[in-house]
């Protein structure tokens, strides 16, 4: 029989609060982190906002000795304190640097959409420019490396089992918790810290930027940019940050007596092949229904027991379709529909990040039973109209709820999927 | 330049590499960088190159690996900087 997968541990950093007490108050109040950026006005983007995680640098001064601060840049800051704050929020020692015992029961699955972009652009390109390449030094490549966060967190964790980084663009921190829950349940770890992070750099956003997919007209109101559902969204706002969950094998958590937040009751990942109106930059409707459905049928959960949906919802042309696609693979019209929100109507769409820390919210809101609300929507769009009911603009106490879904679609027309349940205080799985 | 003032930006150097704070604490001549001071030797080019800059001299590839202690970067720098 293959193991139960719980939730012990929690770890953000993101634009709009770090750390989980205060990311709870956050949520609940609508706070958003977006900010007007210095350095997309200065290089004339059309985009001029962004979510950037505050004070930081502050934290890492506090959390990570001065040699290891030396080689990391604004992925691995990110990364690394929200994966030691999941693991010592798990209820784990951090180990001493001088111990050299190794946790074989323990990996990680930390993704990133695009790495260590702020160090190629900062370093890398202007040396080797000025053929000064000698002067990179030692730490140019562990942070640009796709494994770099991984890696990092696996030296100041001491961690065993298997340590990777997935990529799979805006899906990567969904996709993380899916892989790192496959390896729990068939029995090949006991503890796996999974999720995603991505560094704050406007060399990260140029592209999207010129894509024309990020939001414009908002310069003047940072706060308001960031419009997922709404009739005047015009574009994602870019984010970053990071979010990474501790999930582990339900035997492990009860035998050393950890306290449970949720369960990860399934999951599902797949891709849309680019056919079927799905392309590199679409994601194909059916896949998308599929994956959904795929979480579901794997959680072993009827679709109408889903209470809330934390969506992928950017803010771009594609919400609507996304709704449509939810409403259809749960079989659950308007009227019927579960409560839906968007953590990225005040964080903005932290790529590789995103799905890691949107489940955080997730898990979040099931443990205190809440729902944040999806803020900037007041104008929704008319194609959502109908599911206005199952939009909260405010907070809403929701103690009933139960069970939760969280997708990311990305690039690439990839999809993942997760479902998480309330873990009740007995310690019994709740009934849907 | 003098050995005592050439000692100091060494050890100041070296400083943010030292795992080992206990033997930066009592950092000598003959402290061996990368067995007491648990500096990591992928760290020493980041080193040299501050070396470089702080002494305002060339240091080869080759003369690094006769490097062990804090009295070889000493010496070095200050046949170099003369």
Not at chain 1, 416 to 428: D, Q, Y
Request: charged content about 20%; glycine content about 10%.
């Amino acid at each position: 029989m293959s193991e139960r997968v719980v939730v012990t541990g929690l770890g953000v950093i993101a634009p709009n609060a770090n750390g989980l007490r205060d990311f709870e108050l956050a949520l609940r109040k609508g706070r958003s982190g977006l900010r007007a950026n210095a350095e997309m006005r200065e290089a004339g983007f059309s985009c001029q906002v962004a979510g950037v995680p505050q004070g930081v640098d502050a934290i890492a001064t506090s959390y990570f000795a001065e040699d290891e601060l030396l080689a990391m840049n604004s992925s691995h800051r990110f990364a690394s304190i929200a994966a030691v704050d999941a693991w010592l929020d798990a209820g784990l020692a951090r180990p001493e640097r001088g111990d050299d015992r190794v946790d074989w029961g323990s990996g990680a699955v930390l993704g990133t959409g695009i790495g260590g972009m702020d160090t190629i652009a900062a370093r890398i390109v202007p040396y080797v420019n000025e053929k000064k390449v000698r002067r990179l030094g030692s730490t140019a490549v562990e942070q640009v490396m796709a494994s770099g966060i991984s890696a990092r967190v696996s030296g100041l964790l001491a961690l065993g089992n298997q340590v990777t980084t997935n990529s799979s663009a805006c899906s990567t921190g969904t996709e993380a918790l899916a892989l790192g829950a496959a390896r729990i349940r068939a029995g090949l770890a006991e503890r796996m810290l999974c999720g995603g992070a991505e560094g704050a750099s406007h060399y990260i956003w140029a592209g999207f930027d010129a894509m024309r997919v990020l939001a414009r007209g908002f310069n003047e109101e940072p706060e308001k940019a960031s419009r997922p559902l709404s009739a005047s969204a015009s574009g994602f706002i870019p984010g970053s940050g990071a979010g990474v969950l501790m999930l582990e094998s339900l035997s492990s958590a009860r035998a050393r007596g950890a306290r449970v937040y949720a369960e990860l009751l399934g999951s599902a990942v797949n891709c849309g092949g680019h056919r079927g109106g799905g392309s590199m930059t679409a994601p194909n409707p059916e896949s998308v229904r599929r994956c959904i459905r795929a979480a579901l049928a794997d959680a072993g959960t009827p679709s109408s027991a889903v209470d809330l949906i934390n969506g992928h919802l950017t803010a771009t042309a594609a919400d609507p379709v996304e709704v449509a696609s939810w409403s259809a693979a749960l079989e659950r019209p308007p009227a019927s529909f579960p409560l839906i929100t968007s953590t990225k109507s005040m964080i903005g769409h932290a790529l590789g990040a995103a799905g890691a820390i949107e489940s955080v919210a997730t898990v979040l809101m099931l443990q205190h039973g809440f729902v944040h609300p999806s803020i900037n929507c007041e104008d929704l769009h008319p194609e959502v109209a109908a599911f206005s009911a199952s939009i909260p603009h405010a907070v809403r106490e929701t103690p009933e709820l139960r069970v939760a879904i969280k997708a990311g679609f990305g690039f690439g027309d990839v999809n993942a999927c997760v479902v998480f349940r309330k873990w009740n205080a007995s310690g019994a799985r709740s009934e849907p | 330049m003098r050995e005592a003032e050439v000692f100091e930006t060494v050890v100041k150097i070296l400083t943010p590499h030292a795992k080992n704070q206990a033997a930066l604490a009592g950092v000598k001549m003959d402290t061996n960088i990368l067995d007491d001071l648990k500096v990591n030797s992928a760290r020493l080019v980041d080193v040299v190159l501050a070396f470089e800059d702080a002494f305002d001299i060339e240091i080869a590839d080759e003369e690094v690996d006769s490097v062990n202690t804090v009295g070889d970067c000493v010496r070095l720098v200050l046949a170099k900087a003369s």
